[in-house]
T-cell receptor
């Protein structure tokens, strides 16, 4: 069993849809949770960063962490074609700058 | 600032050949990381460094070596290339454990 599980997709949605991306994990020591966006043939870039359980909102993006269920989510509202990318969840027990454990990534396609 | 730069962008190696993947950052970050990304597998940590002269193994270090003689540079060395090392390699850096990791654009390596 992988330490962090993520549905690979692809997930195809029409422009304007609400997108839900999810990861489950097995290591209860993880305290820091991140979502990275990766465009084709580019390096990952940090999208959202949360500590412990709860919600965090940034514009059209909302990250949710449920540590009791070992489940994290990223919601994208009013999705745009420019959101088409692979979304990677990542986790750490001691900060975003420390060793990260990544999910396999979900490929998202937003169609005009 | 250029951020994190990696060279080369793409390389084909024959089995048994050696090469060095270069990584340079101009943000004066102490922490630097090397990851490999295989399709659908997320990123896995190869080696990391917390400062010049200090390196340590990550999750998948076999077949690789690193050195860190300066704050700016963190080269990754493949001594005897094997087909299993075909992957995309990303270098990342951060100023502190609590802060965001910034990724380079990646090096695509094909071992035939």
């Amino acid at each position: 069993q992988k330490e962090v599980e993520q549905d690979p997709g692809p997930l195809s949605v029409p422009e304007g849809a609400i997108v839900s991306l999810n990861c489950t994990y097995s290591n209860s020591a993880f305290q820091y949770f991140m979502w990275y966006r990766q465009y084709s043939r580019k390096g990952p870039e940090l999208l959202m960063y949360t500590y412990s359980s709860g919600n965090k909102e940034d514009g059209r993006f909302t990250a949710q962490v449920d540590k009791s269920s070992k489940y994290i989510s990223l919601f994208i509202r009013d999705s745009q074609p420019s959101d088409s990318a692979t979304y990677l969840c990542a986790m750490s027990w001691s900060g975003a700058g420390n060793m990260l454990t990544f999910g396999g990534g979900t490929r998202l396609m937003v169609k005009p | 600032n250029a951020g994190v730069t990696q060279t080369p962008k793409f390389r084909i190696l024959k089995i048994g050949q050696s090469m060095t993947l270069q990584c340079t950052q101009d943000m004066n970050h102490n922490y630097m990381y090397w990851y490999r990304q295989d399709p659908g597998m997320g990123l896995k940590l190869i080696y990391y460094s917390v400062g010049a002269g200090i390196t340590d193994k990550g999750e998948v270090p076999n077949g690789y070596n690193v050195s860190r003689s300066t704050t700016e540079d963190f080269p990754l060395r493949l001594e005897l290339a094997a087909p299993s090392q075909t992957s995309v390699y990303f270098c990342a850096s951060t100023v502190a454990r609590e802060e965001t990791q910034y990724f380079g654009p990646g090096t695509r390596l094909l071992v035939l």
